[in-house]
């Protein structure tokens, strides 16, 4: 097998990883760390893929020769964004094209001791701090190859750390875009909210220019401590060229709570693990998504909620909207260990199919190994009801707006879970475009 | 002028099954008509047909508003023209929210050439409205922000039919059983609130098996359905001879209709 293995189609080479490592300042640790995750990557390349996995995510013609890592940064000025403008941010950042942009933070949150921006500078000017949890905890390099390749490359990332007992009231901003065609990123978001305290950090991802292709390799890390609560939302608005692969992951100790949100609305394909460690007794997490495929997109969510200690509680609700030949997988687990007794997990992924071409698969599952829990699951998939429809006409409401109506309200109990009120205007009026409703607005 | 909705000659199919054998009505606004009929007559076929569903189909004969042929309208087009049915069963939209639908309806309404996502009627005006129609009707404002007859109970479905049919002031309205599985007192809002709004300006077809929505609606005209035809034509005095004595020398004096009736209510079983 290994003896037919391309490479250059598949991953990097060690030549390409010489050529990188050779375009960073970094301290001696994180270089370390990178050949070792290097190591794991080449390792990894060598094995097959796990085909069940695979078999649903075609990589067939992936071709990783055709995506690089770029040299220098590129301009932010053209970059279109959802989120940026829409609310008072307490700091804000940017990454294009892997380079981190220069951060903002409000001097009444930056004097608490929270630390938001730039990974790379923040990871070496806080080595004590930060090195126990990047790429320890939440998500590890030799998950998969795509974890490792990660692991090896990151380029930029985000980095917000909230001290104990601080709330930063105001939400943060990330933004991580692509300008050039065939630029590689390997972006990284780790947010570290320590006991008691909290945060809320709105990301999104873009791109500037709808025809230029991109390969996004991505990890996000949370930590939430004890008591602690963080409020993270990844809002994925690639072009339809880029292939999005991610490893995404949260741990929630005792009595801590996550609200995480996921919306997949852009790439040519995506596929995401978005794991929720209940690491704690008591510790919570409602997980949300918003996916809405058309054209050609696949898009693929693989998500856990691991149930560790006793007492603790998940919430996963996806909703997930396809037109035209687009593809959506949703493979759920549930996974309760024998201490995690007295626990909570709950997760449901409903579907509505626009088109007969399109095609989802939604495969819910449990793994249980307590006696004393509350697991439900289900998934439905089913397509706009005609008499919906007819309804809202006899109403006066054309068939088009009524089906229009239909798909918002469908998106509508995913949005009332969504405890951010820009977030949710802002879903909106992103749908009403993929819809089509502003098109019809403009003539 | 009042406006006339005449249809004639009314063929109806379903699934290329004729329901509908030529049915002759002209309502004109200001009028209330009832529809009487046993189960399977046809009645809540004609509805349908007359809002435009597209499983109903018209084989042959018209409708027409004011001479205009509305019969290969769309319903959205129907209902612009001003014609409104309040559902026998009204349909669950979950996640949208009452006020935000109806506020599309009238915008449609008010302003029939609208397009998709040009603008609605003001959110100040509609507000004030909406709420003052709903206090009419002795509905909580709160049922405005709930998702479209989601976990409604019977009794509200139909108080929202008819709080849609106050906000849209159509030109015809037809009530499919809007009094069935009521209890007294929602038959007794849904009869009065018909009455206050129906007027001069509206022409109502009560499609109905009781007594109490004609009495709060007395109709100038009676029709009687059977077998998929209008067998029979009065005034308010059959409504209630029907309600007293039903329907068997009806289906003595129209033995054809009778038993085309029979073979309806056998295939529905
Ligand atoms: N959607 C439908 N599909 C099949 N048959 C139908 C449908 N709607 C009505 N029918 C048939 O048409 C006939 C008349 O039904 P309907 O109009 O509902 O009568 P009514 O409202 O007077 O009780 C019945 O035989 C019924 O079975
Ligand atoms: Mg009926």
């Known amino acids: 097998m290994s003896a037919t293995l391309d490479i250059d189609r598949i991953g990097y080479s060690s030549e390409v990883f010489e050529d990188f490592l050779k375009s960073r300042s970094e301290p001696d640790w994180i270089m370390d760390a990178r050949r070792t995750a290097y190591a794991k990557y080449e390792e990894l390349l060598g094995e097959e893929l796990d085909p069940e996995e695979f078999k649903r995510v075609d990589l067939r013609i992936f071709n990783a020769a055709k995506f690089r890592p770029s040299e220098a940064a590129s301009n932010a000025d053209s970059i279109q964004t959802l989120l940026a403008n829409e609310t008072e941010y307490g700091g804000q950042i940017a990454h294009v094209d892997g380079h981190s942009g220069t951060a903002t933070l409000a001097d009444s949150i930056a004097e608490q001791g929270v630390l938001f921006g730039d990974l790379q500078t923040l990871l070496t000017e806080n080595r004590e701090t930060l090195e126990p949890y990047f790429l320890q905890q939440a998500v590890r390099p030799d998950a998969d190859r795509f974890a490792a390749w990660h692991a090896a490359f990151w380029t930029s990332g985000t980095l917000l750390y909230v001290p104990k007992g601080v709330t930063v009231d105001l939400p943060l901003h990330s933004l991580i875009a692509h300008t050039n065609d065939g630029v590689a990123d390997f972006g990284h978001t780790l947010i570290i909210v320590e006991d008691e305290a909290r945060a809320t950090l709105l990301e999104e991802t873009t791109s500037a220019d709808s025809d230029a292709s991109g390969l996004h390799v991505g990890c996000v890390e949370l930590i939430v401590g004890k008591h602690a609560n963080l409020r993270y939302v990844q809002l994925q608005n690639w072009n339809q060229k880029t292939w999005h692969f991610a490893h995404q992951g949260g741990n929630v100790d005792s009595e801590g709570s996550l609200q995480w949100t996921v919306v997949g609305l852009g790439s040519k394909l995506s596929h995401i693990h978005q794991d929720v460690n209940l690491n704690g007794r008591a510790a919570t997490a409602e997980v949300n998504g918003v996916t809405f495929a058309s054209n050609r997109q696949k898009i693929s969510y693989y998500t856990q909620q691991h149930h560790r200690q006793q007492g603790t509680h998940s919430d996963l609700l996806y909703k997930e909207v396809l037109r035209d030949d687009s593809r959506v997988i949703w493979r759920g687990m549930i996974k309760v260990d024998p201490a995690a007794q007295q626990t909570d997990g709950y997760q449901r992924s409903d579907a509505l199919m ?44 054309s068939e088009k707006e009524a089906m229009h109506m239909i798909v918002e309200g469908f998106f509508q109990q995913v949005y009332d879970r969504i405890p951010i009120e820009v977030v949710r205007e802002t879903l909106s009026r992103t749908v009403q475009g993929k819809l089509g409703i502003e098109a019809t607005a403009s003539v | 002028m009042s406006s006339l909705l005449k249809i004639t000659d009314l063929h109806v199919s379903v699934a290329d099954t004729p329901i509908l054998k030529g049915v002759n009505l002209e309502i004109r606004q200001g009028e209330i008509h009832a529809l009487m009929g046993p189960n399977g007559s ?127 002031q159509p030109k015809f309205a037809i009530l499919d059983e809007t009094d069935s599985g009521l209890d007294s007192d929602a038959v007794r809002v849904v009869s009065e609130g018909l009455a206050k709004l129906s007027g001069p300006e509206m022409g109502v077809l009560i499609i109905t098996h009781h007594e109490r929505l004609l009495e709060f609606n007395p109709p100038q005209y009676t029709h009687v359905m059977l077998g998929g035809r209008i067998v029979e034509t009065g005034d308010a005095s059959l409504a209630h001879d029907l309600h007293a004595n039903g329907y068997a020398a009806i289906r003595e004096r129209h033995p054809e209709a009778a038993a085309d009736n029979a073979q309806a209510e056998a295939a529905a079983v």
């Open chain 2, 42 to 168: 046809g009645k809540s076929t004609l509805a349908y047909a007359l809002a435009g569903h597209p499983n109903y189909s018209v084989t042959s004969g018209t409708i027409e508003i004011d001479g205009v042929n509305i019969t290969e309208l769309e319903a959205d087009e129907r209902a612009r023209l001003g014609m409104f049915l309040a559902f026998q069963y009204p349909v669950v939209i979950p996640g949208v929210k009452v006020a935000d639908f109806i506020r599309h309806a009238i915008s449609n309404i008010r302003n029939p050439d609208r397009k998709e996502g040009e603008g609605l009627v003001g959110m100040r005006e509609f507000r004030k409205e909406i709420k003052s129609r709903m206090e009419e009707l002795g509905m909580d404002v709160e049922f405005a922000r709930r998702y479209l007859n989601d976990g409604f109970s019977g009794g509200e479905k139909k108080r929202m039919e008819i709080l849609q049919m106050a906000m849209l």
């Open chain 1, 354 to 397: 626009l088109s007969r071409d399109a095609r989802c698969d939604s495969i819910p599952g449990l793994e249980i190994e307590a006696d004393d829990v509350r697991c439900t699951h289900g998934a439905t998939t089913g397509r706009v009801d005609e008499e919906q429809i007819f309804y809202a006409q006899s109403r006066g409401i």
